[in-house]
């Protein structure tokens, strides 16, 4: 991952923030590359999901609108939510080397040897991954004669994480070459505070949000009552979120700052497990459609003893990037059921508010009941179940994806190391970007073969007529071969190059990165001028 991300910083895709300072731990920058890159892949998201949804499981249209809430809210949000009081993780410190770690993240391996406690640890993501690690570990000691190695042959050996370690037992650092001891488990949350006002008090307290999804749910019933929309329908919003990381890692996988793509689809309790599984179906499919192999996608359903305490069913949308040996999360799909909305008409006092009334049923059916004010029929005490027929509280189904967690997936889908002949017929090493052409930051690069003849004035014509239309590039220095080698190494999916041959009949030749001729280059074949802008269309149009 170092030479990756040496060669993202290198070619202009991301930058560790601040970098001239010494860098930010947990936040990076975009370049002109990687802003494109992102921008196409919220765009994309966008309009599949937003603008453009696929039919729903019964073939009706899909009803989607979008927000762009602010990042700082009322504080109460985050109390209604949990977050203030349930957002937080154990945390452990090492008091020699410093390093702070999740306690559910550390494993031990204990015994009682001689009448004392000795004790070893690892990091890991569960005690199942930890155990056979912890006894590797034990099995090297005992090999050099270390006193820990007797723990292989001890009768009681357990395994315990920091969060569970009975009080007194040893703790020590699982740094390599550390031998520091770590501390009990404290509190950390996971929010930024900052403060709004003059003052810095307690009373003016704010967060940063962790999450886009409170947002929707805050403006539920503003959305409601400035739309036409009937459930079922969704709320989508792309923002930054914060999260205030213990050991951001992995380059930008787990950042501080980051940006979520989200959903929060509203329908009916009798018919959201069909709608929680249209929409986890439908965002594993989405991945595949912009580039990503299937083979390395792995869509799990998590088990019971997973689940949040709000959740009905969730799927992770995983993917095997290459500093893991397991799939990690890019989607969450999950069925929330009506805890959120609950929560905040709860704390709001605001229940009527966020209740649904469905006026198109009650309408339809009022002439039976022969009344035509729903609170004229509740005054006749009608059952739970006959209300909850015309009013009740939607089932919400979120699809959440991080913007930056598909970028870094793009990326390194994308990166290939191949051998490509030169024009003596010898191998030579290349790196190439096979970006899908929606996401490629640079759609097309225009070349005039030489800066003579009128062809860069016709490179040139052509370039600003592209221009208003995709990002494309316009290169006349060097040869051919090696204008063509610097757009392999960014991603560009087509080159078109003017020469002779265009002054005569208007054909241009056009190359394209993914298609190999049976000479192992990229394919060319001439077509016309005007032509190029349809091409380039067809490749970009979504499948």
């Known amino acids: 991952m170092a030479k990756f991300a040496k060669f993202c910083k290198d070619n202009g895709f991301i930058f560790q923030s601040s970098e001239i300072y010494g860098g930010l731990n947990g936040f990076w920058d975009y370049g002109p590359l990687g802003v494109e890159l992102k921008r196409n892949i919220k765009d994309a998201w966008w309009l599949d999901m937003v603008r453009n949804p696929p039919p729903g499981p019964d073939g009706q249209e899909i009803r989607m609108v979008g927000l762009d809430c602010s990042i700082i809210m009322n504080p109460k949000v985050w109390k209604a939510s949990g977050h203030v009081e349930g957002f937080s993780d154990p945390m452990v410190d090492c008091l020699k080397c410093k390093k702070r770690f999740r306690a559910d993240k550390v494993h031990f391996a204990a015994a009682k040897i001689d009448d004392a406690t000795r004790a070893l640890s690892v990091e890991a993501d569960n005690q199942t991954d930890a155990e056979p690690v912890l006894r590797e570990k034990i099995a090297k000691l005992q090999k050099k004669k270390h006193p820990l190695g007797a723990l292989a042959t001890a009768t009681d050996l357990q395994f315990f994480s920091a969060s569970n370690l009975p009080h007194g037992y040893p703790r020590p650092c699982p740094s390599e070459d550390c031998d520091g001891t770590l501390t009990e488990p404290r509190a950390f949350n996971l929010m930024f505070e900052s403060h709004a006002g003059p003052i810095a008090s307690e009373e003016n307290k704010v ?323 005007s032509e190029v802008k349809d091409v380039i269309f067809k490749a970009l149009s979504p499948a």
């Open 207 to 529: 967060y940063l949000r962790p999450e886009t999804a409170q947002g929707i749910f805050a403006n539920y019933r503003n959305v409601l009552n400035s739309t036409r929309l009937k459930l079922p329908f969704g709320i989508a919003q792309i923002g930054k979120a914060f999260r205030n990381e213990i050991n951001p890692r992995n380059f930008t996988f787990r950042s501080r700052e980051f940006e979520q793509m989200e959903i929060e689809f509203f329908c009916h309790p009798g018919e959201s497990m069909k709608w929680y599984e249209y929409w986890r179906d439908l965002r594993k499919r989405w991945y595949s459609t912009l580039g990503i192999k299937s083979d390395n996608l792995k869509p799990r359903e998590q088990g019971t003893d997973e689940l949040a305490h709000y959740s009905i069913g969730t799927t992770d949308i995983e993917y095997l990037f290459p500093f893991s040996d397991e799939p990690q999360e890019l989607e969450g799909v999950a069925h929330r059921g009506a805890f959120d909305l609950n929560a905040h008409a709860k704390h709001s006092g605001k229940v009527d508010d966020l209740a649904y009334f469905d006026e198109e049923l009650w309408n339809n059916d009022s002439q039976k009941l022969a009344t035509r004010s729903f609170k004229e029929w509740l005054k006749g005490n009608p059952t739970a179940d006959e209300i909850g027929r015309y009013k009740f509280v939607p089932h919400v189904i979120e699809p959440s994806a991080g913007a930056d967690r598909f970028t870094l997936a793009v990326l390194c889908e994308a990166y290939h190391e191949d051998k490509v002949p030169d024009k003596d017929g010898k191998l030579e090493e290349r790196i190439v970007m096979r970006f899908h052409p929606r996401l490629a930051p640079v759609k097309c690069a225009i070349f005039p073969l030489v800066n003579k003849d009128g062809m860069p004035e016709k490179a040139l014509k052509l370039y600003r007529e592209l221009k208003p239309l995709f990002n494309v590039f316009y290169d006349d220095k060097g040869a051919v071969g090696r204008r063509y080698r610097r757009q392999d190494e960014i991603g560009t999916p087509f080159c078109v190059t003017i020469d002779g041959e265009t002054m005569q009949n208007d054909s241009v030749t056009i190359r394209e990165r993914d298609t190999i001729g049976p000479d192992g280059k990229p394919a060319q074949r001439r077509i016309n001028l």
